[in-house]
Antibody, heavy 116, light 108 residues
Framework: EVQMVESGGGLVKPGGSLRLSCLAS????????MNWVRQAPGKGLEWVSS????????YYEDSGEGRFTISRDDAKNSLFLQMDSLRAEDTAVYYC?????????WGQGTLVTVSS | EIVLTQSPGTLSLSPGERATLSCRAT???????LAWYQQKPGQAPRLLIY???SRATGIPDRFSGGGSGTDFTLTISRLEPEDFAVYYC?????????FGQGTKLEIK
């Protein structure tokens, strides 16, 4: 069974940093492109960042460019999102999602709250 | 970026009725690179449809997708109680991948 479990969310002050993790199981993690998608409270879905299976291609949504860093450790079946210079508007549930074009499996998400 | 506009914002129907949800794009979505997701409260989204009309694994055949170009639809032929949720469309024709704002399907 495909599973992804996110962790690392929490309350952080504006300008602070957090590192999110996603532990995957039930599939060959190294073969898949992986993504972070977020959802602000009561709002819709927003793609944040993607990393290819080989880590050779990395993409960010405009507001995350220069502040967020996506990475993966295939030996540990793990995906990461380092988030720096956090802003109030980054407050959201962050989901780990598998897929190149569509997101066919999702984790349950981890809540990031940016507030003073 | 391609903006997706979903309508209606809220759809109130009864179990057993037919639901038709719309997703309109600001640019042509070639190769029908459009997907639909279902999200229930407190849960992660679930992929329903990809390629505009192909059902994802395990999705009941009462869910169907259609359309092309800039106009796409998700149809639920006979609503079951578990179908009441929020539905999002997503395009993957162009970067960045974008979502519609969602349609809430509620029980009438």
């Amino acid at each position: 069974e495909v599973q992804m479990v996110e962790s690392g969310g929490g309350l952080v002050k504006p300008g602070g940093s957090l590192r999110l993790s996603c532990l995957a199981s039930g599939f060959t993690f190294s073969n898949y492109n992986m993504n972070w998608v977020r959802q602000a409270p009561g709002k819709g879905l927003e793609w944040v960042s993607s990393i290819s299976a080989s880590s050779s291609h990395i993409y960010y949504e405009d507001s995350g460019e220069g502040r967020f860093t996506i990475s993966r450790d295939d030996a540990k079946n793990s995906l990461f999102l380092q988030m720096d210079s956090l802003r109030a508007e980054d407050t959201a549930v962050y989901y780990c999602a598998r897929g190149t074009y569509v997101f066919d499996y999702w984790g349950q998400g981890t809540l990031v709250t940016v507030s003073s | 970026e391609i903006v997706l506009t979903q309508s209606p914002g809220t759809l109130s129907l009864s179990p057993g009725e037919r639901a038709t949800l719309s997703c309109r794009a600001t640019q042509i979505v070639t190769s029908n690179y459009l997907a639909w997701y279902q999200q229930k409260p407190g849960q992660a989204p679930r992929l329903l449809i990809y390629g505009a009309s192909s059902r994802a694994t395990g999705i009941p055949d009462r869910f169907s997708g259609g359309g092309s170009g800039t106009d796409f639809t998700l149809t639920i032929s006979r609503l079951e109680p578990e179908d009441f949720a929020v539905y999002y469309c997503q395009q993957y024709h162009a970067s960045p991948r974008t979502f519609g704002q969602g349609t809430k399907l509620e029980i009438k």
